[in-house]
């Protein structure tokens, strides 16, 4: 399959900032309250710090293989059938990944906003500008990338800025009160659902970015600024609802938003939450989307991965609307599944082509 | 030809995508915009009154014989049910989103508000901002019928009451939700919410002759504290309680305080209260855990009505002694009801032993209902009277000297 796609090492910072924020905002103040009780931001900032153990790792792979891909990366190490059915296995991972975040928006918007839309048509809304997006190609989504980012971090700020008088500091004292057990949890559980997935990006980076100067700082920047914006979100709804509220929420960031009372003048801001979610999880959506589109097209020997676009779009709609049948099992198939399979593609699969590269002497290049 | 035709029908039809966003709307003219609930037990049931606004009424310019809110009152087995039930006596969907005020019985809150609390938050169309109250001595169904003059929405004018008294008069207290689910599920702590109690005749408060004369024959008004043990209610502080609760948890922005002349001079003297902090410590000696709670004030003077010399700085240092050892009482007396009658630690002493020695608190925090009598704690009062307002003596010096 031919990419001569090309996009600039700024643009896939932007990109790993945003998905990484991604579903990340709205949902990782529960989880890490429910784990590590007021201690939740120590175990944010836990989870960054894993976070750059593993983007390390992943930096070391793409040393090991410069300009492959993962789809290439496996021929070339697994052997030619090997090597495509766990490339067809990576695009399952992307395409199951993609639903479930298609799911996490829809449910989002039944729950809070909207509650007697069909979330079939809000997937078909939103899967449609993914499909578009990605039909046009990874520049035109980067592009969108660097003219939405303004936007995003101003929305998610005005929100940041607001709720600091609000913040009370009893919240979260004593700190360390129930051990570093549980804040170990809450660190693994968290860096699986915001950086594990970024395996995703290995079909973007090694083909596509141009520019590839002083790449593991640069990248370790961005990772670090949507860290912040994590920590700080953890802490904030910690420390303005309390912990037992935060972590009793589906969606704690969003109620923080609800109560945003800034002397009357700015007040029920929670929608400004909601769009720059929308935005974020846009991204998220549209990358998982093009790594299993472009993984299976690669795999499958097609000559451009445009003619599976719209066919793929809609079995993720559909895919999506099956992926969970209800909150309740998304929550124990997050908690109990979901680091597994994330770990499965997201460290033991490059570890396992990294090792076997190694062992086998194979450097990448064609 | 046929062909861009075909397209652009197609293009067309793509719009209609966009209309997806008006799923479930709904016009304002078919929604209730309900601005107070209150529930009260009846039996095993509940029942839940809305107050509903009238908009033609609320919007119109001129005077109508028409009252600017109705309630509705139905009786079912939860609130939701109940809300839905409404449906069977309102014309319109109730829309929860505008609520300002939770009323809730007071039996009802004898019996426990956990589960209310349930349905408030769990409700999406319920936001977090409007205050939680109980009805002191009365069901929640009365005093939802009262009328008020100047606040055409009964509502509005508890929501107005509670937030601006909070801001300048030290006994009233804003409750949200989210402090009432903090406090009643923390170990150290219990909630309180600012009660609400009805004056004058509650029969003509709901007629519209209740806003048609100058004084209302019948009103309510934000009175005293309701203190809970986890989701009981289990007695109410009154007015000087409440303020000596505000200011140990420091809660007080701007009050009044008043103290009677020393020597036995008729009259008194009242301070304007401009900032008010308070410092809780706990420590803990030989298993003993010891509260000492810091009170600075900075106040003015607001009124003075004994032969005082005020240009002096002595005088000044004699009445700040004065208001120093009258804080103290208030908050020492508090401290005393809480521990002795009630029982209840709202103060959040569990809380604050549990920040300054989680080890200790670890030991103690399965006993401690019956060791929160017992803490021993110690009150400090610091005054400092800043300005004299604009004059410096009393009037009364000269008339008396």
């Known amino acids: 399959m031919e990419l001569n796609e090309k996009i600039t090492l700024r643009q896939f910072n932007l990109l790993i900032i945003l998905f990484t924020i991604g579903t990340s905002i709205l949902l990782s103040p529960a989880s890490l309250a429910a784990y590590a009780g007021n201690d939740a931001w120590l175990s944010a900032i836990l989870s960054v710090v894993i976070g750059l153990v593993i983007l390390v790792f992943f930096w070391s792979v793409s040393r090991q293989f410069p300009t492959s891909n993962l789809v290439d990366i496996s021929e070339q190490v697994l052997g030619k059938w090997l090597g495509k059915f766990a490339a067809l296995l990576f695009a399952c991972f992307s395409l199951i990944s993609a639903a479930t975040v298609l799911w996490v928006i829809g449910n ?28 046009l190609g990874i520049e035109v989504i980067c592009r969108t990338v660097e003219i939405f980012f303004p936007y995003i971090v101003t929305l998610l700020l005005i929100i940041y800025i607001f709720s600091v008088p609000s913040i009370k500091i009893e919240h979260i004292q004593p700190m360390l009160d129930g051990g570093f057990k549980p804040i170990l949890e809450g660190a693994i559980f968290d860096a699986s659902v915001s950086l594990l997935p970024l395996i995703a990006l290995f079909m ?65 801001a929670e929608v400004v939450i909601a769009v720059s979610w929308l935005l974020t999880i846009f991204f998220k959506l549209s990358l998982y989307f093009y790594a299993s589109v472009t993984a299976l097209a690669q795999a499958l020997n097609l000559t451009t991965y445009r003619t599976i676009t719209v066919p793929m779009g809609m079995l993720t709609v559909a895919l999506s609307l099956i992926v969970y049948p209800s909150t309740t099992y998304a929550n124990e198939w997050n908690e109990s599944t979901w680091l597994w399979f994330a770990l499965t593609f997201g460290i033991v699969y490059p570890l396992l082509l990294s090792l076997i590269g190694r062992v086998r002497g194979i450097k990448g290049e064609k | 030809m046929k062909r861009t035709i075909l397209l652009k029908l197609a293009l067309l039809s793509l719009c209609a995508l966009l209309l997806t966003g ?101 409700d999406h169309e319920m936001r977090t901002d409007f205050h939680l109250t109980v009805a002191q001595g009365v069901e929640a169904e009365e005093l939802m019928k009262i009328l008020t003059p100047l ?60 806003v048609e004369q100058v004084d209302s024959p019948a009103n309510f008004a934000i009175d005293g504290l309701a203190v809970f043990r986890k989701d009981h209610l289990v007695g109410w502080l009154n007015e000087n309680q409440s303020k000596g609760y505000n200011y140990i948890t420091d809660n007080v922005k701007n009050t009044a305080e008043y103290a009677p002349c020393e020597n036995d001079e008729k009259g008194g003297i009242t301070l304007e209260v401009f900032d008010s902090t308070s410092k809780l410590k ?56 809480l521990q002795q009658d009630l029982q209840s630690d709202v103060l959040g002493f569990g809380d604050l032993i549990h920040r300054e020695d989680k080890t200790y608190w670890k030991s103690i925090k399965h006993e401690w209902d019956n060791i929160f009598p017992e803490v021993e704690t110690e009150v400090k009062t610091t005054v400092k009277i800043k300005r004299t307002g604009t004059i410096v003596d009393s009037y009364q010096k000269d008339v008396e000297g």
């Open chain 1, 108 to 135: 989002f918007l039944v729950t809070q906003i909207m509650p007697e839309t069909p979330m079939m048509f809000l997937h078909f809304l939103l899967m449609g500008s993914v499909v578009y997006g990605v039909l």
């Open chain 1, 204 to 268: 973007v980076f090694p083909k596509l970015v141009t520019d590839k100067k002083r790449v593991l700082p640069k990248v370790m920047g961005s990772y670090l600024i949507a860290g912040t914006f994590i920590i700080a979100i953890t802490f904030i709804t910690i420390t303005v609802l309390g912990v037992e509220i935060t972590a009793n929420q589906t969606y704690p960031t969003y109620v923080v938003a609800k109560s945003l009372n800034v002397e009357g003048l700015i007040q029920r």
């Open chain 2, 22 to 122: 008006c799923w479930s709307k709904r016009e304002l003219n078919e929604i209730g915009i309900v601005t107070a609930i209150g529930i009260d037990r009846q039996e095993e049931q509940y029942k839940v009154t809305v107050q509903v606004i009238n908009p033609s009424e609320v919007a119109s310019k001129e005077m109508t014989t028409r009252t600017a809110v109705s309630t509705y009152t139905a009786v079912g087995n939860s609130i939701f049910e109940t809300i839905r039930k409404l449906m069977t006596l309102a014309p319109r969907r109730v829309y929860l989103s505008h609520v300002r005020e939770i009323v809730l019985g007071e039996e009802m809150a004898k019996e426990g508000i956990g589960k209310t609390l349930d349905f408030l938050s769990r």
């Open chain 2, 151 to 210: 606040e055409r929405i009964p509502a509005e004018k508890a929501f107005s009451s509670i937030k601006s008294g909070e801001d300048s008069w030290a006994p009233i207290e804003a409750v949200k939700i989210s402090d009432v689910l903090n406090a009643m599920l923390s170990e150290g702590n219990n909630p309180t919410l600012s009660g609400i109690r009805i004056i004058g005749n509650p029969e003509q408060g709901n007629q519209l002759t209740n």
């Open chain 2, 282 to 337: 706990a420590a803990v000696t030989s298993n003993q855990p010891r509260i000492s709670i810091n009170i600075e004030l900075e106040a003015g003077i607001a009124e003075v009505e004994c032969p005082l010399d005020l240009s002096k700085t002595a005088t000044i240092r004699q009445v700040e002694k004065q208001f120093e050892e009258h804080v103290t009482t208030l908050a020492k007396r508090t401290i005393q009801v």
